[in-house]
């Protein structure tokens, strides 16, 4: 439709443009999880506890012990395109946080009924917040919370029919939930993670844990036991974690992590170096399995390329390629000793 007097031009609610933007990053809950945990990491919690009821879809819980935020900010917090992370063009060219689109408190509170609480260590009391109605104003009121940071989410897509329609079953969602803890977990041994379904305790990962230790109890046992550690410096790229040995491997796909700087990627180009290395070279109907961390200065590469960062471009893909290909190759015990192996 153009515009004329019957469909004139209008900006559209607070609250409507908050539900178009979560249609981009809000999937399911288990992308609330993801945006609430990178939040409190962003803040400096050692601790964060997640409470998940009917597969996230009626209510979920996330408590952190990170800096908190102020009573003046909560506001503000809950407001789109409002962040503490990034000032201007030159930090989104360098992030270094999970988050930096000042977005997914607008976008989950518009989809759902979100409260906020935060006691920062040097206020004396709590306060939560709630935003309500089309304009999304903001009610604050005092309450009571330890040092940190809780966010409550209730009835997720209650007024979005259409994305509650996509919702599976409530153990189905679930395990998306913990699919998304423990990439979360595997890339933050230093945090402590506890994570229960329908009152029940399901998930915890002790902080100040050694990786190994940390992949064994995501992974298993069998694949720390099957797996070298890799750790490859290349001009300031760094490549470290754990990959399988030749002639093993996992049964299926699902032990197969990439991070750029912390952040869980699928990408392609890792991928493909990644499979180049092993090509042949594991036992039959076995997938490789890996977790593994790139470490890059910022500045050389982009995330801000899909709303959810699922996704990097990197400056130099070559040369992330032939890093990530040499490091595996050298930590597996050669190319050529690969492709030997795998005739044997
Ligand atoms: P972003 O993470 O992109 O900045 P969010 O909408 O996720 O945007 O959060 C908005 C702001 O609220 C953050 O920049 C941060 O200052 C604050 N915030 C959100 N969650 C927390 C938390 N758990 N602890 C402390 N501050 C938080
Ligand atoms: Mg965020």
């Not at 607070?14 to 990491?41: D, H, T």
């Not at 599976?168 to 229960?196: C, G, N, P, W, Y």
Request: aromatic share 6%.
């Amino acid at each position: 439709q153009g515009n004329d007097e019957d469909t004139p031009i209008v900006v559209l609610s607070p609250q409507l443009a908050n539900q178009i933007a979560a249609g981009e990053v809000v999937e399911r809950p288990a992308s609330v999880v993801k945006e609430l945990m990178e939040n409190s990491l962003d803040a400096g919690a050692t601790k964060i506890t997640i409470n998940i009821e009917q597969g996230g879809q009626k209510r979920i819980a996330i408590q952190d012990n990170g800096k908190g935020i102020s009573k003046q900010q909560l506001g503000l917090a809950l407001s789109r395109h409002a962040t503490s992370k990034i000032r201007d063009i030159d930090d989104l060219e360098r992030i270094t946080s999970m988050g930096f689109r000042g977005e997914a408190l607008a976008s989950i509170s518009s989809v759902s009924r979100l409260t906020l609480i935060s006691k920062p260590v040097n206020q004396s009391a709590a306060w939560q917040a709630f935003a309500e109605g089309t304009d999304m104003a903001v009610e604050l009121k005092p309450t009571a919370h330890p040092d940190g940071t809780s966010v409550e989410v209730l009835d997720l897509f209650f007024n979005t029919p259409a994305r509650r329609k996509f919702m599976r079953t409530s153990k189905t969602e679930f395990q998306h939930v913990e699919q998304v803890v423990k990439r979360i977990a595997l890339a933050r041994t230093d945090v402590e993670f506890v994570v229960s379904h329908n009152q029940k305790k399901m998930l915890r990962f002790a902080n100040n844990v050694t990786l190994d230790k940390r992949i064994a109890q995501i992974c298993s046992n069998q694949f720390i036991e099957n797996a070298v550690r890799v750790d490859y410096q290349f001009e300031g790229i760094r490549l470290h974690g754990y990959c399988c040995k030749i002639g093993t491997g996992m049964p299926t796909r699902d032990y197969q992590y990439t991070y750029v700087n912390g952040r869980m990627m699928k990408d392609r180009l890792l991928a493909h170096a990644i499979r180049q290395v092993y090509e042949e070279a594991l036992a039959p109907q076995k997938f490789p399995a890996y977790v593994l961390f790139l470490d890059i200065a910022p500045e050389q590469i982009d995330v801000n390329v899909h709303p959810a960062k699922h996704e990097v471009r990197f400056h130099e893909s070559r040369k992330i390629h032939d890093v990530v290909f040499k490091a595996l190759t050298e930590a597996i015990g050669g190319y050529s000793a690969n492709i030997e192996a795998a005739q044997n």
